[in-house]
């Protein structure tokens, strides 16, 4: 198994450029993960979904981000418009509903934005 | 979620055991102790988890005490590619967010 995989694993764009981050799941996967980590914050949930539909929200710091999961094997993280402080790694995660819930890390997206 | 409490950092020298402790006295019954860790630059990485006995894995020993309030994360001959931080999380399983804190940054010294 390819593991989770995220794309681009770099980003580099000007404030107020759209930014579209991308993640695949590991196959069978049933949970989503999107977190974001800065040195100031550490490493924070933005939003997780469970078989496709978003289940909490609540991490996610302003209308400017947005995220969708059109079906089981693909989800997005958009910016828009991007502002210098969502300058960050992006890591998106998959996991398996069961007794054991453990949570597999794609390597991440460096995302800065000038 | 319980609320966890870790030393911000520790040193190990190479082949040696290293034991990275962690507070969680509020810890309800139905949570359980999960440890990742994160090699710089990468992705947080699964170790271990337990509920209230003492687990063990090809990567680590995990050790709860009776109370349950803390737990002793036991990496037995550590390596240099074992520096990194580790994160102890208490949380319910099923799917449940997982809440990082600022984590033990170990490193191992040849």
């Known amino acids: 198994d390819a593991g989770v995989i995220q794309s681009p694993r770099h980003e580099v764009t000007e404030m107020g450029q759209e930014v579209t981050l991308r993640c695949k799941p590991i196959?069978?996967?049933?949970?989503l993960f999107w977190y974001r980590q800065t040195m100031m914050r550490g490493l924070e949930l933005l939003i997780y979904?469970?078989?496709?539909?978003?289940?909490?929200d609540s991490g996610m710091p302003e209308d400017r981000f947005s995220a969708k999961m059109p079906n089981a094997s693909f989800s997005t993280l958009k910016i828009q418009p991007s502002e210098p402080r969502d300058s960050a790694v992006y890591f998106c995660?998959?996991?398996?509903?069961?007794?054991?819930?453990?949570?597999?890390f794609g390597p991440g997206t460096r995302l800065t934005v000038l | 979620d319980a609320k966890t409490t870790q030393p911000p950092s520790m040193d190990c020298a190479e082949g040696r055991a290293a034991n990275l402790p962690c507070n969680h006295s509020?810890?309800?019954?139905?949570?359980?102790v999960y440890w990742y860790r994160q090699i710089h630059s990468q992705g947080p990485q699964y170790i271990i988890h337990?509920?209230?006995n003492n687990e063990t894995n090809e990567m680590a020993s995990l050790i709860i005490t009776e109370d349950r309030k803390s737990s002793t994360l036991i990496l037995p001959h550590a390596t240099l590619r074992d520096t990194a931080v580790y994160y102890c999380?208490?949380?319910?399983?099923?799917?449940?967010?997982?809440?990082f804190g600022e984590g033990t940054q170990l490193t191992v010294n040849p």
């Open positions: 337990g509920l209230k």
């Open positions: 979904f469970n078989n496709n539909v978003p289940i909490d």
């Open positions: 999380i208490v949380t319910e399983t099923s799917g449940s967010r997982l809440t």
């Open positions: 509020t810890i309800s019954g139905n949570e359980y």
């Open positions: 196959s069978g996967h049933d949970y």
């Open positions: 995660a998959s996991s398996f509903t069961g007794p054991v819930d453990t949570q597999y």
